[in-house]
């Protein structure tokens, strides 16, 4: 759920009044070498508290947009695909992954490849925007997602994350649905 140019200025009330305090919490729980997949403009930059973080986003104008919130040496980003990491196995103690699963073409290629990257026992932290319990919001979703993929990098409203996750066996230790179902906050165990 990327505009690769204006992003920031569109996403930054729903930041202030709801994303950034999940943010915080989610990431108050990553340790060791981190893995950021699909950085963006780098919002979640300013929370990693010294961190060893490497962030991949495969969009050019949004690595650079990222570029400009670096305070930190510890933090690299590079080009990259979740579905064809290019790191060692058990490379990393935890993966980040928010708001990019709506995005990526194969969200089951990228996952099996961010379960190979991450260390046995580590952690996986995600916050999406998933597809809506509610029947009649969830046909909303269908209807709007064609057009909304036009003009939101390939954000598909109505991806069934969650199901795709439990379908791969990862082990969720806390779900959480936030902001009127619309977003899932998920921890697991790799």
């Known amino acids: 759920m990327k505009d690769s140019c204006c992003y920031d200025f569109f996403m ?3 930041e202030k009044k709801f994303l950034n305090r999940l943010r915080k919490n989610l990431l108050s729980k990553a340790q060791g070498k981190i893995l950021e997949i699909g950085s ?3 919002v979640n930059f300013e929370l990693y508290e010294g961190h060893d973080v490497v962030a991949i986003e495969p969009d050019e104008r949004l690595r650079t947009e990222s570029l400009k919130k670096i305070d930190n040496k510890k933090i690299k980003v590079i080009s990259g ?3 064809n990491l290019e790191f060692k196995d058990d490379e990393f103690d935890t993966v980040v992954v ?3 699963l709506c995005t990526i073409p194969d969200p089951k290629r990228s996952l099996s490849e961010i379960r190979r990257v991450c260390k046995e026992g580590g952690k996986i932290l995600v916050l999406e925007h998933v597809k809506h319990k509610n029947k009649i919001l969830a046909v909303i979703q269908d209807i709007l997602t064609p057009v ?3 003009i939101a990098m390939g954000c598909h409203l109505n991806r069934k994350t969650i199901d795709v996750i439990e379908d791969m066996g990862f082990n969720i230790t806390k779900k959480e649905y936030h ?3 619309n977003f899932v906050l998920l921890e697991i165990i790799n």
């Open 81 to 83: 695909d979740a579905e």
């Open 12 to 14: 930054d009330p729903i």
């Open 179 to 181: 902001i009127g179902d």
């Open 148 to 150: 909304w993929k036009k």
């Open 40 to 42: 963006g403009t780098g």
């Open 98 to 100: 928010m708001l990019v």
